[in-house]
Structures are given as structure tokens and as C-alpha cells.
């Protein structure tokens, strides 16, 4: 079975500091990595996707993520901190070997970032 | 250039009503793609429609129908409302229906079953 865990609930850091927030997956085959944020009563916004090919993936807003086939993980990261990156993050997979578009969502990361 | 918009922003129903929300793609975009967000969870994927027909179909009980109109719009359709069908419903439209391509989300609907 496929699954995604974002193994915090909350991450913490101040402005400036470099942040990053945790995605493991499990799947049988080849992984598609989403990550998307969320921002209060609104929809999800598109950061970066790993389809294939370098597995540093840069993305919106300085966002870039690392794909570690090894370690099953896709971690979100980004060198410099705003106090705008709070918001509900979420990682996503999807099986290469399966059709159609479901994507498997992680329980989401409460980014605090504080000034 | 629109991006996907979905209708009502928010709604409330009793037990047993019937309800239907609506979803236009992002301009370009033919693949509607629709999920149900509870509190403090992740989305989940109900189903998704491609050239007017259903796809693909999440763990989603037979309450739940949708359909895809010509010009690529969609609507999802929940019979027989139960209070733990409360919930942000998100559509996202993509390009194609393979899953490489990146979905776009709308703001949600809203949904409050009492």
C-alpha cells in the first residue's frame, strides 16, 4: 500500500534561519512527489514536484526539495525563513505505475516561522 | 488567466439532504480531479473525470457521483448526507489524466452537515 508520513505535527523556526519539513513515502515502484501549502481557509498552492531526473528539485518561492530514494524521503527545505512561509504544508505521492491522478496526501506540517 | 474556481464558497445541510458543488478547470486544463479535506487531515481523493467520464475512483461510497461537462467543468454530488461528511471539498484540474502533470487547486467548498 501507498502511504506518506510527515512524521511532525508543528515546525518552529525564526526568521532567517534556514527550515525544513519532513516527508517519507512508501510505494511500490517508482515514486511522483508533490509538495503543496496551504494557507488559512484557502485552497492548496503548487510548491515543486520530483517526476524524474536531478533529485534537487527547486520550486516556488524558494523552496527547493531533495529526492532520497535510499531513505524513501522528499524533504522540503528552504536557506532563509519569512515570516509569510507559515502555513500548513503538505506532501504528496503518487504511484508511477498507476494511472490517473490520485494523489496520496501526508496529515500536514504546521510551519511557525516567528520574527 | 483564471485559475480553478469552485462554487459555493460555503454551505450548510441537515442529515439526508442532497447536495452538489460545482468546479471550472483552470483555462486549458481538461482532467477535474476531486477531494475531501476533514479538519486537521490531508486530502483525500474521491474520484477523478477525463473526457466526461469517470476514471478514477478513491475508498468513496456510491453516495458520492460526479460528472464532467463539455467544456471541462465538473460537479460532485453527495446523496444522503452524514454529519461526518462535513468537510473542505477541494477540485484541482490538470492537463492529461496520467499524474505527472501538476494539479491546481481551487479555494474549496465548505461543506457543514448538521
Redesign the interface.
Known sequence: AQS?AQPEDQVNVAEGNPLTVKCTYSVSGNP?L?W?VQYPN?????LL?Y?TGDNLVKGSYGFEAEFNKSQTSFHLKKPSALVSDSALY?C?L?A?N???????????TTLSVSS | DAG?T?SPTHLIKTRGQQVTLRCSPKSGHD?V?W?QQAL??????IF?YYEEEE??R?NFPDRFSGHQFPNYSSELNVNALLLGDSALY?C?S?LG????E???????TRLLVL
Request: hydrophobic share 35%.
Open positions: 506518506v511522483y508533490f503543496y484557502r485552497g492548496l498552492q503548487f514536484k517526476i503538505f504528496a503518487k508511477a498507476q494511472a490517473g491522478t490520485a494523489l496520496i496526501f501526508g496529515k500536514g | 480553478v469552485q482532467t480531479s477531494y486537521g487531515q490531508g486530502p483525500q481523493f477523478q476514471r478514477q478513491g477541494l484541482a490538470s489524466g496520467r499524474g505527472t501538476t494539479q491546481y487547486f481551487g479555494p474549496g
